[in-house]
């Protein structure tokens, strides 16, 4: 993968090969631990890896098409409750 090689040399160039084995590493097992909870609900409990995966990737296409760069809710100041 072109993604995948050019994190390598990002990482290789600042932190050295052991850093990023490591960070590999943590971020395979956070994934395997989320197709672990995505396996437990109705919607993905029959669904192979690649099936959830690709799933996700078409629900994050759906929605980040859908977001705009202007925020419509404005933030408030927190209430002093007086």
Do not use: H
Request: aromatic share 2%; net charge neutral; hydrophobic share 30%.
């Amino acid at each position: 993968m072109d993604l995948e090689k050019t994190m390598q040399d990002l990482y290789v160039s600042r932190k050295g090969n052991g850093s990023l084995q490591i960070e590999l590493d943590s971020l395979k097992a956070d994934n395997e631990k989320l197709l672990d909870l995505l396996r437990t609900t109705c919607e993905y409990a029959e669904m192979d890896d690649s099936d959830i995966v690709k799933a996700a990737g078409k629900l994050k296409n759906k929605v980040g098409s859908g977001v705009s760069g202007r925020s419509s809710i404005r933030s408030r100041a927190p209430s002093t409750g007086t």
